[in-house]
């Protein structure tokens, strides 16, 4: 059974730190393009950053660049997400994303979301 749980979320002053993770089980995380996905109130689901299977690329949306960094352990299937210098407008919940491939398609897995709440 496919499982991606989130942690780490809670409520962070503006322009403190907080670090997101995301526990991996039930497929091959190695294989697995990682990505965190964030959803705010009233607004869509945006695609956060991703990282490749291997570790070696990232694409981070532009609101992120430069605060937030992503990571993963393949030998833990873990992925992690630092916040930096958050700001209000990061208020959301933030999912894990998985996607693997499988016979020529590709598999997407959702986490359950972590809230993180900016706010002084």
């Known amino acids: 059974q496919v499982q991606l749980v989130e942690s780490g979320g809670g409520l962070v002053q503006p322009g403190g730190s907080l670090r997101l993770s995301c526990a991996a089980s039930?497929?091959?995380?190695?294989?697995?393009?990682m990505s965190w996905y964030r959803q705010a109130p009233g607004k869509e689901r945006e695609l956060v950053v991703l990282i490749t299977s291997d570790g070696g690329s990232t694409n981070y949306a532009g609101s992120v660049k430069g605060r937030f960094t992503i990571s993963r352990d393949n030998a833990k299937s873990a992925m992690y997400l630092q916040m930096n210098s958050v700001k209000a407008e990061d208020t959301a919940v933030y999912y894990c994303n998985a996607k693997t491939p499988w016979g020529g398609w590709t598999r997407v897995y959702w986490g359950q979301g972590t809230q993180v709440t900016v706010s002084s």
């Open positions: 039930g497929f091959t995380f190695s294989s697995a393009a």
